[in-house]
């Protein structure tokens, strides 16, 4: 149950020169998140390929520092808009795709937290990684990189 308020708002954008479809295949499946998130490990997807309502036990990792998650995914629309939640803090993951003029996709990858935090997570965070403020600036940084990740992995085919 969450009881803490929500932390700062984490969001960030870049062009691909691919169109929506490319990126879709490479956002939309849970799978695919260790090739370019700064966290992800290793995500487990329970059955075939990702679609709403997809759960994953996710690994993630912060230098030598090790732990799961659980996940579901919330909104599923095809070339348009992925939203993951992570069940033990209640924040979604989304990235939307809009296609640009000249062919392109802007892709923009956000962190919701409309429930705010868990009391759990948020312990958790202040203990481990130096609390909320500093984690939150560290996780933003990590949208950005994940997001030039994806774009490489897109334009090379």
């Known amino acids: 149950m969450p009881t803490e308020s929500a932390p700062a708002a984490i969001e960030s954008s870049i062009e691909i020169d691919a169109p929506p479809a490319r990126v879709w295949e ?20 329970l ?25 579901r995914v919330v909104e599923f629309e095809p070339g348009r808009r992925f939203a993951n939640r992570i069940t033990e803090n209640t924040t979604i993951w989304v990235f939307e795709l809009e296609p640009t003029a000249d062919g392109c996709t802007r892709l923009t990858e956000r962190r919701e937290v409309p429930n705010g935090l868990t009391f759990i997570s948020t312990f958790l965070t202040d203990k481990l990684f130096g609390g909320q403020p500093s984690f939150t600036k560290e996780m933003d940084r990590g949208v950005s990189t994940s997001l030039k990740r994806i774009k490489a992995l897109v334009e090379q085919g």
């Open 26 to 45: 490479v956002v939309s499946e849970v799978r695919n998140a260790p090739q370019w998130s700064s966290q992800a490990h290793k995500v487990v997807a």
């Open 47 to 71: 059955g075939g390929r990702t679609t709403a309502g997809t759960w994953a036990l996710n690994i993630n990792k912060r230098g030598p520092i090790f732990w799961p998650t659980t996940s």
